[in-house]
């Protein structure tokens, strides 16, 4: 059965080779009409079972020290998907979904009523609408960012799978945050390694003042993280600088070194350091990085269980209570049905990765990758990937911080960004002037891991 509604007639002649050119003033004029003004569908499904989008939550004031209030908390599961029943289901999922319902013995999801709570500021939208004129990918077969401006979704209406890509990269999730969190590192009979971690975010071309990529020195994010946890690897400091245009470049201090070293690889699929060998360089978070070794195909849209509003599962508990040691807890897990984008990269001939194939599933109102199949070069499932999303009300926008990585070659499971037994995230902490932009260069590395 094909389970993907594939695109409009002018989409389809635009699969055949990568449109570079922005979209016309007709389908830009589309936006904010019977497309969101990020360019998802307003009107909800024929059966109703996606309602029609309204503009998310709204908007509202919350104090760091506050408990984030789940706004369905009140919602009861319509029904669960696990072994016995997948089959009648798998139409609406992934093909890692179904392999993790099929062997892991208690796997289940449950799904709930479909809530689109998901939007965005007034200036995310202007940007948007301004981008669908005039931002281009390169032409030199890399599918690099050539013209955009800030603040803003690059392609609403995408033509080709690595547009789709570009606004992942590009989500909107406010303009620099700062974050605790563990990274897990999880065995198959419940023991775990955590790794605890004080991260601060900048994005320069989340601003609305990027009127260009060089307004912005061609900088995507610059990432300083500092180990707090356990002994052994504390105050060892991992900084990165994502590009739009180029590869990563990275540095890390060793504090019984006492030691900056910039590291000579920080792209692809060359590991994290210190991560087990369970997570690549753009995996993290589910995609980041340079496009140019794959093909990118724009499959289509359909209709999928994904977790959304995910209140429960990353509201305030001990890690322990959270993940087990195939998969996190199921009672925490809240999975809705909604539209995505399906993107199938491949890659080049001459190219390697040790990801033959990836096929992503964009969230088509945030344009978040909520899940991810990843292959060898035999075709055989490697790594299935999971995010979690929920609407920040401080923000005006919808984030995503944990997600999981299953290696099915190793039976282990790591789950990044595990922020449930730390201090809140303060996704406020760029717009409101809490980040000093002048840390994230080398000469600070070695203060920031002695502090």
Known sequence: MNKTRYLTAIGLLALAGHGLAAVSEQEAARLGKELTPVGAERAGNKDGSIPEWKGGVPKGAR?????????????????????????????????????????RKGYRMDVYPTHRSCGYPDSVHTQTRQNATVAKLTTDGKDNLAQAVGGGFPFAIPKNGAEAVWNHRLRWQGEGRIEHYQTNFINPDGTFYGLAQDQWIITPFASAKAKSIEDVGDVQMKILNVATAPASRTGEVIMAHYFLNKGNDAWMYFPGQRRV???????????????????????????????????????????????????????????????????????????????????????????RHMFAKRVFYI??????????????????????MEASIYPAVELGACVSQEFMSWDLNVNRYMAENASQESKPTDWLAGAEGRIDAKRFEPDELRRAGER
Request: aromatic share 14%; glycine share 6%.
């Open 261 to 351: 070293r910039r590291l000579p690889a920080f792209e692809y699929d060359n590991p994290i350091p210190g991560y087990e060998n369970l997570e690549t360089a753009d995996q993290y978070p589910m995609f980041a990085g340079m496009l140019d070794r794959y093909n990118w195909k724009l499959v289509g849209k359909q209709e999928m269980y994904i977790p959304y509003n995910s209140f429960k599962f990353v509201a305030k508990r001990k890690i322990s209570e959270i993940y087990g040691g195939l998969y996190p807890n199921r009672d925490l897990m809240r999975y809705e049905l909604h539209r995505v984008w399906k993107v199938e990269a491949t890659v080049k001939q001459g190219m």
């Open 63 to 103: 104090k760091l020290s506050d408990a984030r209030v789940d706004p369905f908390a009140a919602d009861k599961p319509l029904f669960s998907i696990d072994a016995s029943n997948v089959d009648k289901y798998k139409d609406k999922l992934s093909e890692g979904a179904v392999e993790l319902i099929k062997t």
């Open 363 to 384: 969230d088509e109102d945030t344009w978040m990758i909520m899940a991810a199949d990843l292959y060898d070069a035999q075709g055989k499932l490697w790594r299935v």
